[in-house]
Structures are given as C-alpha cells and as structure tokens.
C-alpha cells in the first residue's frame, strides 16, 4: 500500500495565494481540476524535485520540458554565475551571440538562422529575409 504523503504546507500555501492568484495558481497547468491544492516545489537537484514539506520526487516531467540536463547542475551554474559578472541583459549584440548562433545552426539540420523572441506573438509578427 502507498504511503499518504503529508502536504500540509503545500495547502497552506495554496490558502494563501487563492487571495492573490486567481485560482490559486499562477498557471493551469499548476493544479488539476481534481486535485484539491497543488503541491507547492522548494527546490529541484538533478532529477528531482523537493516540495516544501520535505517530500522528493522523480521530476520525469523535466520542468516542462526545459531541465533536460537537471536541476541546478554545475557546469551549467558555473557558467550563468561567469556570465552575470558580465552583464546578465545586455540590449546590443554580444559576442556570445554569434558562437551560440552558430552552434545552433550546426546542431539543428533544418536552421540556416535564428532569431531570438521574448514572446511567441513577437516571433510571429518577425519578418526574416528568405535566401
């Protein structure tokens, strides 16, 4: 028999935030309509992730899709903390750009370019030269 895990924290927080979030969450993909109170995350260390009621989990949804290396994995933190020392928005191009430019354009068959969008409305109004 599974154990029942304890979340009174997690509801707690939910309480708190169904005053300031409409229902409750910042998302819809945060809470199922049958799920009494989402379970609030605290962390997340490789493949896991840990709720703030001191629970673990596998995280086999990958944040979404975007932590296909893990959660905080060093090489990864080490290279965000060298970049923050160097500005963390900068609004001109940078070198960086055109070696991440570059290497995608190698990676990825179908992409001659890129463009970088904040939003998927902006990358649609985006008119690009062909050829």
């Keep these: 028999m599974l154990e029942r895990l304890k ?3 997690s509801k ?3 309480e708190e935030g169904r005053g300031r979030l409409v229902g409750g ?3 819809a993909l945060h809470k199922a309509e049958w799920e009494e109170y989402p379970i609030y995350v605290e962390r997340g260390l490789g493949s896991r992730i840990y709720d703030v009621d001191g629970n673990e989990y596998i995280d086999y ?3 979404y899709g975007p932590m296909i290396l893990g ?3 060093p090489a990864v ?3 965000v903390i060298e970049q923050i020392g160097r500005g963390s928005h900068l609004a001109a191009p940078f070198e960086q750009l055109n070696h991440l430019s570059t290497k995608l354009t190698q990676i990825i068959p ?3 370019m890129v463009s970088y969008q904040c939003t998927g409305t902006e990358a649609n109004m985006l008119e690009l030269p062909v050829g």
Aim: charged share 15%; proline share 5%.
């Design 61 to 63: 949804m990958c944040g």
């Design 71 to 73: 959660y905080s994995p």
């Design 77 to 79: 933190n080490q290279a």
């Design 7 to 9: 979340t009174e924290r």
């Design 12 to 14: 707690q927080l939910f």
């Design 25 to 27: 969450v910042a998302s």
């Design 110 to 112: 179908c992409a001659e």
